[in-house]
């Protein structure tokens, strides 16, 4: 997909050029399936709680860090 910017002259951009890396996710419509690690660091930021039984190693090491401060 391409696109021109009108102040830029007509230069022509790709759409994977100038938007590279980000993605914009709405955690409130999260529906709390966790399917893979994306889905558990969502159910973390909407709930501030690590579950137990989440797979990702970098999950098992905040879950063993909060509980050490708890």
């Given at each position: 997909?391409?696109?021109s910017?009108?102040?830029?002259?007509?230069?022509?951009?790709?759409?994977?050029?100038?938007?590279?890396?980000?993605?914009?996710?709405?955690?409130?419509?999260?529906?709390?399936v966790?399917?893979?690690?994306?889905?558990?660091?969502?159910?973390?930021?909407?709930?501030?709680?690590?579950?137990?039984?989440?797979?990702?190693?970098?999950m098992?090491?905040?879950?063993?860090?909060?509980?050490k401060?708890?």
């Amino acid at each position: 997909m391409k696109f021109s910017l009108g102040d830029m002259r007509g230069k022509i951009f790709d759409l994977c050029n100038v938007f590279p890396e980000y993605f914009v996710i709405s955690v409130p419509l999260f529906n709390d399936v966790i399917r893979d690690e994306l889905d558990e660091w969502l159910y973390v930021v909407k709930h501030s709680e690590v579950k137990k039984d989440f797979k990702s190693p970098y999950m098992k090491t905040i879950y063993e860090e909060s509980s050490k401060a708890s």
